[in-house]
């Protein structure tokens, strides 16, 4: 147990929709990173949030954005679905200024 | 530009010998470099680490060797047990960086 929860757990959309994927961190945890894994690959870094601001960004477009909120909380939204971004979206929390990170179990996203 | 790697998709061990899992990173700036475990439908879970500042960290039945000169790092799991059935992603970080940089996993099997 990580303490670290997302929703929903699956997820099915269309090409061109728009999805928004929770994650609740644990207390305290004020550094959120979100991460795309697609089927046989490790774990891609897409951003991350610390202190409700994004501080940092992997090779993803811009229609992939992020919230983060004062308890813990934050999202993950992706505009314009493609095929591609068919994948596990993994969120992570860790406390600042330290490097281990701590996942929660994930959303399977399907785009059809 | 893959800058960790993982050459061995599956590694296949006998209950009760030693499995020894491989990574190598290309980056000389990562500073800090993980294990974690992934079973399926789960979110990867923290296993062990080690900072560039050591060659070796022990932890009950895992143990992490890090080589810096020749950029390879290996888990060692002694004595493999039949939970130990997972696959297993290595990662690596530098001070000041925002994300984690994971190799590809291996699927690590423990035969009874």
């Known amino acids: 147990e990580t303490g670290v929860t997302q929703s929903p757990t699956h997820l099915i959309k269309t090409r061109g929709q728009q999805v928004t994927l929770r994650c609740s961190s644990q207390?305290?945890?004020?550094?959120v990173s979100w991460y795309q894994q697609a089927l046989g690959q490790g774990p891609q870094f897409i951003f991350q949030?610390?202190?409700?601001?994004?501080?940092g960004r992997g090779n993803f477009p811009p229609r992939f954005s992020g919230l983060q909120f004062p308890n813990y909380s934050s999202e993950l939204n992706v505009n314009a679905l493609e095929l591609d971004d068919s994948a596990l979206y993994l969120c992570?929390?860790?406390?600042?200024?330290?490097?281990?990170?701590?996942f929660g179990p994930g959303t399977r996203l399907t785009v059809l | 530009d893959q800058q960790v790697k993982q050459n061995s998709p599956s590694l296949s061990v006998q209950e009760g010998r030693i499995s020894i899992l491989n990574c190598d990173y290309t980056?000389?700036?990562?500073?800090?470099f993980l294990w974690y475990k992934k079973y399926p439908a789960e979110g990867p879970t923290f296993l062990i680490s080690?900072?560039?500042?050591?060659d070796k960290n022990e932890d009950g039945r895992f143990t992490v060797f890090l080589n810096k000169s020749a950029k390879h790092l290996s888990l060692h799991i002694v004595p493999s047990q039949p939970g130990d059935s997972a696959v297993y992603f290595c990662?690596?970080?530098?001070?000041?960086?925002?994300?984690?940089?994971f190799g590809q996993g291996t699927r690590l099997t423990i035969n009874p």
């Open positions: 080690i900072s560039s500042i050591k």
């Open positions: 980056n000389s700036m990562f500073d800090y």
């Open positions: 207390s305290g945890h004020n550094t």
């Open positions: 990662a690596a970080a530098y001070q000041g960086a925002q994300k984690l940089v």
């Open positions: 949030y610390y202190r409700e601001e994004e501080n």
């Open positions: 992570a929390s860790r406390v600042g200024g330290t490097d281990t990170q701590y």
